[in-house]
Every structure is written in structure tokens, then in C-alpha cells.
């Protein structure tokens, strides 16, 4: 069983549509993060969290450390969401990341 | 501030030539990490290193595969004699010290043929 585990694997949205990503863990972490990956090209994190919640324009990341559980949402998506999105967890000595398997989305026209 | 700086950005080699690939971690930052991303499959971690010390290596395939951070100059990942199965993309992070965050790199995408 994978430490980081992530649903759904494939989702695909109309543009303008509320999306949500969702990540469990099964470790103890000092922070989980939320990394995009645009297909050919590298790897962007968008959020660090080890607690609560943040926004960052239509991208908000929660975090519920109790569940061990996680939430990426999209507001008012767009094509140019379409991405690879991958939850990732730092263990608690800081020193390695677990990665999820990723959600593949693509938002259509 | 530039962020981590990975090359090549894309790499062919031969079955059992050498592959070697570059990370520069951001400005001020002392930590590396490098992962492997095999085709259809997530991002595994491989090693992480301090300057001129290796923290952990558990993901390390225990032949043909080695890296370091030495003193001065970049991380080096180092590929032995390649197989098609080493064909991945490569990815390297960095972080500054008792940071937790961390920036990756674009990645480095090897092909063996």
C-alpha cells in the first residue's frame, strides 16, 4: 500500500466547473504539499501546507491532519488547468517526500 | 534567484554508456534531492544529499546508479553502463536548511536506445 494515496486517478471537467482532488496519507509528515506537472515539462508546487487551508487565486489546498487527508479545489476551471496533479507528504524527519501516483485532469472547452 | 537548474533538459544515451545528469539548487539552499519518474508510474524518491554528504539513499538502485553534492558545482546523478530500463525522467529538488519546502527542477528526460 502506498503511503500517499490520491483520487480520482483520471478526471476530466467542463471549463467553468468546481473541481476537487483528494489526498490521504498513512504516515506522520511535518508538511504536505500539492505539486502540477504540465505534460513535457517540469514540476511547479503550488501549495505547502502542514495545516488549515490556503488560497492562492482559483487554487484553494485543505488540510485535515486528524483524518490525515487532504483537498485541492479548482474554482472556475479552466483548459489551462489541465495538468497532473500530485499530493505529496515530507515525513516527519524532514527529510523525504512520498508521492500519490498523481490525477491526471483535463478541463474541455 | 534563479530557481533549480537541471541539464540537460533532455538526454539519449546508448545501452552501456554513461549518463550524467546536473542539478544546481536554488541560491542558498544546501539540501538536494533527486527522484525518478518512470513512464505511466508517479515520482519515486532516489537519494538525498547534503554538501559532500549523503543523507539518504534508500531509493538508490544498489548497482550502477550513484550521486553527490560535492563542495563546489552541482549535484551529480550518475548512471552506469544504461539500461532501457533507466529511461525516465529525472527530477531534482532543493531546499534551504530546516526548510521543509522544497523547488524542484524541470527534470531531465533520458532516453536509452
Known amino acids: 500500500k502506498n503511503e500517499v494515496e490520491q483520487s480520482p486517478q483520471n478526471l476530466t471537467a467542463q471549463e467553468g466547473e468546481f473541481i476537487t482532488i483528494n489526498c490521504s496519507y498513512s504516515v506522520g509528515i511535518s508538511a504536505l504539499h500539492w505539486l502540477q506537472q504540465h505534460p513535457g515539462g517540469g514540476i511547479v508546487s503550488l501549495f505547502m501546507?502542514?495545516?488549515g487551508k490556503k488560497k492562492h487565486g482559483r487554487l484553494i489546498a485543505t488540510i485535515n491532519i486528524q483524518e490525515k487527508h487532504s483537498s485541492l479545489h479548482i474554482t472556475a476551471s479552466h483548459p489551462r488547468d489541465s495538468a497532473v496533479y500530485i499530493c505529496a507528504v515530507t515525513g516527519v524527519a524532514g527529510n523525504q517526500f512520498y508521492f500519490g501516483t498523481g490525477t491526471s485532469l483535463t478541463v474541455i472547452p | 534567484n534563479a530557481g533549480v537548474m537541471q541539464n540537460p533538459r533532455h538526454l539519449v544515451r546508448r545501452r552501456g554508456q554513461e549518463a550524467r545528469l546536473r542539478c544546481s539548487p536554488m541560491?542558498?539552499?544546501?539540501?538536494v534531492y533527486w527522484y525518478r519518474q518512470l513512464p505511466e508510474e508517479g515520482l519515486k524518491f532516489m537519494v538525498y544529499l547534503q554538501k559532500e554528504n549523503i543523507i539518504d539513499e534508500s531509493g538508490m538502485p544498489k548497482e550502477r546508479f550513484s550521486a553527490e553534492f560535492p563542495k563546489e558545482g552541482p549535484s551529480i546523478l550518475r548512471i552506469q553502463q544504461v539500461v532501457r530500463g533507466d529511461s525516465a525522467a529525472y527530477f531534482c529538488?532543493?531546499?534551504?536548511?530546516?526548510?521543509?519546502?522544497?523547488?524542484f527542477g524541470q527534470g531531465t528526460r533520458l532516453t536509452v536506445v
Open positions: 501546507l502542514s495545516s
Open positions: 529538488a532543493s531546499s534551504g536548511q530546516g526548510d521543509t519546502e522544497a523547488f
Open positions: 541560491k542558498g539552499h544546501s539540501h
